[in-house]
């Protein structure tokens, strides 16, 4: 191998890893630009979610507490009805 041969090994050799660095670079970009920035707005997606969420079992909450609420009161109404017909 010719002197000359070597050096267009190296060169050639060279510019696959500029190209290497170029294409590494743009993957870095797009993670950092989209990639992330997608992430987050899952993320946010998702928090929103949660609360929202959290929301309606609250209020499911609320709605078992005035059911069992309804529940007593038309027991002791059944009750005082009861004791006001025997009197």
């Known amino acids: 191998m010719t ?26 970009l797009t993670l950092e630009n989209e990639i992330r920035t997608n992430i987050k707005r899952v993320a946010e997606g998702h928090l929103d979610l949660s609360r929202n969420l959290h929301e ?12 069992i609420r309804v529940s007593v009161l038309e027991t002791e109404l059944r009750r005082i009805k009861a004791k006001l017909e025997i009197v």
């Open 56 to 67: 309606v079992l609250k209020i499911d909450s609320e709605k078992e507490m005035l059911v």
């Open 3 to 28: 002197d000359s041969e070597k050096l267009d090994l190296i060169l050639s050799r060279l510019e696959k890893l500029d190209k290497l660095e170029n294409d590494i670079t743009d993957i870095k």
